[in-house]
């Protein structure tokens, strides 16, 4: 940023830098709070770790921009550290974004269509870990990592070709905003029709029995509302992305970025990751306060452990029936 200059400029750095190390801060805290309480047993868990962990990846090589505040000064020294910084920007971005696609494929899975995809976490993992480095050698292939309007920022971006400018906003727009945006609307409804049809099924349940009811309403929600902060992560992913769109089309019909709304993006940008942990640590801390202040992770696994069995039922519903006192045994079903 400190090619658009003055104190706009200073203050859009500092608080570059403060979100990044609050986002990795968030995330380290949410990865060790997992590992403590030993929720890494289960696979939906271990799922929403990686996740994290991507985020925290992402959050402490987007801090690395800080270094190229004098790009513009010294383009020699700094150029080859920038494409690298580029590529590893643009693997973790993707990276955390496969596996957000991933977590919400399997929370969709089981939470909607009550199938059991325990077994394909390998292939998660393997997807989520090639996918990106297919997409982040584009453009080092073609020339097109840099520094941009930006200043310190290293992205697919070339500032002093106009031919290889135009080259790298269509690769920005092919290989990130586009996927990006087109990937977490549809991972955002999928979240959104998982809850809804949770809500109906609790509501069916209501209106065609009398035993039970209030038990069985009270099961729903709870897993609902344990659910639904993991459920968040394409939604808040979604809604940060839309201003490095904005930002993009922006510049592009104007030939000159804004330099508020470069702030803006760099600072939503940074924020992607603090939301990733945000959103786990406040699942966990609603699994623990939901069923009191007990030290064990027994009550904090329950949440995903319950919906995790249910897909061995032919009906959830008649599966929390059978289980009102809603304390599985010490064994779940991501242990066997």
Not at 51 to 68: G, H, N, T
Not at 121 to 146: D, M
Not at 296 to 313: A, F, G, I, M, Y
Request: net charge positive.
């Amino acid at each position: 940023m400190a090619a658009l200059g003055g104190n706009a400029s200073m203050v859009g750095d500092v608080l570059f830098t403060v979100t990044n190390g609050a986002s990795v801060l968030v995330c380290l805290l949410a990865a060790i709070l997992v590992f403590a309480l030993r929720l890494h047993r289960s696979v939906v868990y271990r799922l929403a770790l990686y996740q994290v962990l991507a985020a925290l990846a992402f959050a402490m090589v987007d801090s690395l921009q800080i270094i190229f505040i004098n790009y513009q000064y010294n383009p020699k020294v700094y150029g080859r550290v920038c494409t690298l910084v580029g590529w590893l920007v643009t693997y973790t971005e993707w990276l955390k974004l496969v596996f957000t696609v991933c977590v919400t494929f399997h929370l969709f899975c089981f939470g909607a269509l009550h199938k059991n995809l325990k077994k394909f976490e390998v292939l998660y993992v393997t997807i989520s870990l090639l996918v990106p480095a297919l997409v982040a050698a584009v453009p080092l292939i073609t020339h097109t990592y840099g520094s941009g309007p930006l200043g310190t920022v290293c992205y697919i971006f070339v500032s002093n070709d106009s031919y290889k400018s135009n080259v790298a906003f269509a690769e920005r727009i092919a290989l990130w905003d586009g996927p990006a945006l087109v990937i977490l609307l549809a991972a955002s409804v999928a979240m959104a029709v998982m809850v809804i049809k949770l809500a109906r099924r609790v509501c069916k349940k209501r209106s065609t029995t009398e035993s039970d009811t209030d038990v069985d309403h009270d099961q729903f929600w709870k897993a609902i509302k344990h659910l639904l902060p993991l459920a968040t992560f394409p939604v808040l992913f979604f809604i940060f992305v839309i201003p490095g769109l904005i930002f993009d089309f922006h510049t592009a019909q104007t030939g000159e970025p804004n330099m508020y709304l470069a702030t803006a993006v760099l600072i939503f940008v940074s924020m992607w990751s603090m939301a990733s942990g945000a959103s786990l640590l406040i699942h966990i801390s609603v699994a623990r306060l939901w069923h009191g202040k007990s030290v064990s992770h027994k009550p904090v696994k329950r949440d995903l452990d319950q919906c995790e069995r249910s897909t061995n039922h032919a009906d959830t519903v008649s599966y929390v029936n059978s289980n009102t006192s809603f304390h599985p045994q010490i064994s779940s079903f991501a242990d066997e």
